[in-house]
């Protein structure tokens, strides 16, 4: 009898577990676009066109490659809309000694699984999932007995375990976090390389009109559509990040230009998360352009720290703290998220560019994200289940291993300092450092006050005002609390008043 190995839609590479040892003369390997799937949240229109491409065209791939593949589109007459389902609906017309899966990225379809496995009378296997530096065992074991899981400490820790820019049982440059180099502002000298391209193939475009005519009400823009479908356009990406990118990557990771989306960054994620690429090649490219002198060390150990250090940690924390992690809500924030999320309708231009960016390309790098999509959406009070449902919907690289602990974690503390010590909160001041928005706003970043104030100024000391009780014994916020407490009554009052009207205005 044979083996049924069910690969997933982010499971995109041949050297995914559930393939191991496949005997292409005796079993079946099942993929399955699912309604189900694409619709439990309304992801980005681009979102889903390059999921069932990249499906697509992986397994057009495996099938050149002799493997017997049932592959079961969207649209397919008898697809049942599910992922159980459709297993379900092969094996009662075909006798198989046993059912294989990777474990699934996300919990919800864990348990999916889990719960088909007790209810079929095929044994259902579920392997380790071997793409990443560390399984979840292995981060839960380093993860006990302390008190705080701190992700610069795991990521030495890594760096050691790795041997990952070391000098013998040293960091390269006598430092292991090269950080504080990585906060330029743009010079505007520097010349900022064209992305990656890749025009859709007539594989592309099937599943580009097969998304408009089934999702219309879905959120972003199909075209342009310029991302990478498979395993060689993907590399192909990473490579023209390494040679026109990297070397200026470190210098402005953090910067933000008016109209430039893509700026220095690597735009591999998409890819790293579906299978396309793997983090341990892309560690080791990196790492040789450093040695090779493609690439300044601040530059090379920056993107290290992100694929290394912060991937890795961020979903062990996901598997650590599932499923009571989705119910955090640290500062009891309620209030609905603005509408603007959704049409990019807004005076403060910072939040307008980064919305209809998000809108345009399904991607937002992640000082957008954090410093200004991210910073509004915690100091406004934002309902973190719905900021986790936009931060899901609208950026093709979201899953939520990935998307949950860097939203609830990292952009809006609530969970208390699980993931970030403190609250990434900021007036205006670090946008307008950080970026030319300001230029062209109608509200005055100079202005801490009055109709014309930029909202981040007086939002920000309200924020603080109104979770003082939650905040004020933390102490990397005790400067800017005796900051606080110096204003007179009058400007305290401001504030909230300030805050009060904006708010009010946002219409809900």
Sequence with gaps: MSILRVILGDQLTDSISSLEGCDKTRDTILMSEVVEEATFIPHHKKKLTFIFSAMRHFSLELKNQGFNVVYNKLNDPNNSGSLTGEILRLIKNYSFEKIL??????????????????????????????????????????????????????YRDQRKKNFILMNGFNPIGGQWNFDSYNRKSFDFESKIPQPFINPPDEITNEVMKMVSDTFPEH??????????????????????FIDNRLFYFGDFQDAMVQGEPWMFHSHISFYLNIGLLLPKECVSEAEKAYFEGKAPLNSVEGFIRQVLGWREFIRGIYWLKMPEYLENNFFEASRNLPQMYWTGETKMNCLSQCINETKENAYAHHIQRLMVLGNFALIAGIDPKQVNNWFYVVYADAYEWVELPNVSGMILFADGGLVSSKP??????????????CESCEYKVAIKNGSDACPFNYLYWDFLQRNREKLSSNFRMSMMYKTYDRMDSAKKQNIRDDSEKFLNSLGN
């Design 219 to 240: 959120f972003g823009d199909i075209e342009p559509f310029n991302f990478a479908v498979n395993r060689s356009q993907a590399l192909e990406a990473f490579k023209l």
């Design 424 to 437: 990434y909160a900021s007036t205006g001041s670090y946008i307008n450092k950080m970026s030319n928005y």
């Design 101 to 154: 899966i990777t474990s699934p990225s996300e919990f919800r379809v864990l348990q999916e699984i889990e719960l088909l496995g007790e209810k079929i009378e095929i044994p259902l296997e579920i392997l380790r999932d071997s793409r990443y530096f560390v399984n979840i065992h292995d981060f839960k074991k380093w993860s006990e007995n302390k008190k705080q899981l701190r992700m610069e400490n795991f």
